[in-house]
């Protein structure tokens, strides 16, 4: 599927875009979905289904959705813009590949769920509520890589992991300007997860705290390490860890409202 311009504005119920069901190996491409009542475009038990290049803008819903068991699907260099909930959602696969994509000004601007062994990276989200979030799910999930992503001055947070979302690996990504304030969220902050590794990261300006581990319901919050991380000139905490969180030496903090506290 290439090259088509596909809008549907009715009044329907979770009227889509386009469907893409129980194809493995399909490729959308150069699309535009845009102002459907639903998601602009679903992708369901497709596993090694590519999904590059396409505008994901003004749909009622998700800008796109990939969901049941999609495994090695890759979703990049995708525009997802003012849709209602998420911009780019992709749950319940392994071994995908979510790189180079772009949302502003959705709900939140990626969201992952029950989603391992995948590489989440080099993408951008900006002037979301929350930028990009990888959740447990119902399963859990575990063995992500999330690198070099950028969650800038968003209306709330940054960068999370939440809820489940187990032993993943955070690395190089870039949370600035969030502005989130009083418990709202702020830059990077993983919560009631456990034994996920920060490394690297870059947290810097935002109305809360910068990095924060913190507990919350349901689940263990830790074993999570940090090191050689920076936070600087946060309102909140610079880096704000809860007990049971490993320092795992080179994190930097200054010029923050709340002295580091890990």
Same mark, same amino acid.
């Given at each position: 599927?290439a090259g088509n311009d596909v809008a549907?504005? #009715?009044? /329907?119920?979770?009227?889509?875009?386009?469907?893409?069901?129980?194809?493995?190996?399909?490729?959308?491409?150069?699309?535009?979905?845009?102002?459907?009542?639903?998601?602009?475009?679903?992708?369901?038990?497709? !596993?090694?289904?590519?999904?590059?290049?396409?505008?994901?803008?003004?749909?009622?819903?998700?800008?796109?959705?990939?969901? =049941?068991?999609?495994?090695?699907?890759? #979703?990049?260099?995708?525009?997802?813009?003012?849709?209602?909930?998420?911009?780019?959602?992709?749950?319940?696969?392994?071994?995908?590949?979510?790189?180079?994509?772009?949302?502003?000004?959705?709900?939140? =601007?990626?969201f992952f769920f029950d989603l391992h062994?995948?590489?989440?990276?080099?993408?951008? /989200?900006?002037?979301?509520?929350?930028?990009?979030?990888?959740?447990?799910?119902?399963?859990?999930?575990?063995?992500?890589?999330?690198?070099? @992503?950028?969650? $800038?001055?968003?209306?709330?947070?940054?960068?999370?992991?939440?809820?489940?979302?187990?032993?993943?690996?955070?690395?190089?990504?870039?949370?600035?300007?969030?502005?989130?304030?009083?418990?709202?969220?702020?830059?990077?902050? #993983?919560?009631?997860?456990?034994?996920?590794?920060?490394?690297?990261?870059?947290?810097?300006?935002?109305?809360?705290?910068?990095?924060?581990?913190?507990?919350?319901? !349901?689940?263990?919050?830790?074993?999570?390490?940090?090191?050689? @991380?920076?936070?600087?000139? $946060?309102?909140?905490?610079?880096?704000?860890?809860?007990?049971?969180s490993v320092d795992g030496g080179g994190?930097?903090?200054?010029?923050?409202?709340?002295?580091?506290?890990?």
């Amino acid at each position: 599927m290439a090259g088509n311009d596909v809008a549907n504005d #009715v009044e /329907a119920y979770q009227a889509d875009g386009a469907d893409i069901l129980n194809s493995g190996g399909s490729l959308v491409r150069g699309n535009r979905f845009s102002r459907n009542n639903w998601n602009g475009l679903a992708l369901l038990t497709s !596993p090694g289904s590519r999904i590059t290049g396409n505008q994901l803008d003004t749909n009622g819903n998700n800008g796109t959705e990939v969901n =049941g068991g999609s495994d090695g699907v890759t #979703v990049s260099g995708n525009s997802a813009d003012d849709n209602q909930l998420f911009g780019i959602v992709v749950g319940a696969a392994r071994n995908a590949r979510v790189v180079g994509n772009s949302a502003r000004r959705n709900d939140t =601007g990626l969201f992952f769920f029950d989603l391992h062994a995948s590489v989440i990276g080099e993408n951008s /989200a900006t002037a979301n509520r929350a930028g990009l979030e990888l959740t447990g799910g119902q399963f859990g999930s575990d063995g992500n890589l999330l690198t070099d @992503n950028t969650a $800038n001055r968003n209306l709330e947070s940054g960068l999370g992991v939440l809820d489940g979302a187990n032993a993943n690996v955070v690395s190089g990504n870039t949370a600035n300007g969030n502005q989130g304030q009083n418990g709202d969220g702020g830059g990077i902050y #993983v919560v009631a997860a456990s034994g996920n590794q920060l490394s690297g990261n870059v947290a810097n300006a935002n109305l809360d705290s910068g990095i924060v581990i913190a507990e919350g319901e !349901p689940g263990d919050t830790t074993g999570n390490s940090l090191t050689g @991380n920076t936070a600087n000139k $946060n309102r909140g905490h610079g880096i704000d860890a809860v007990a049971g969180s490993v320092d795992g030496g080179g994190n930097r903090a200054s010029g923050n409202a709340t002295r580091r506290r890990a």
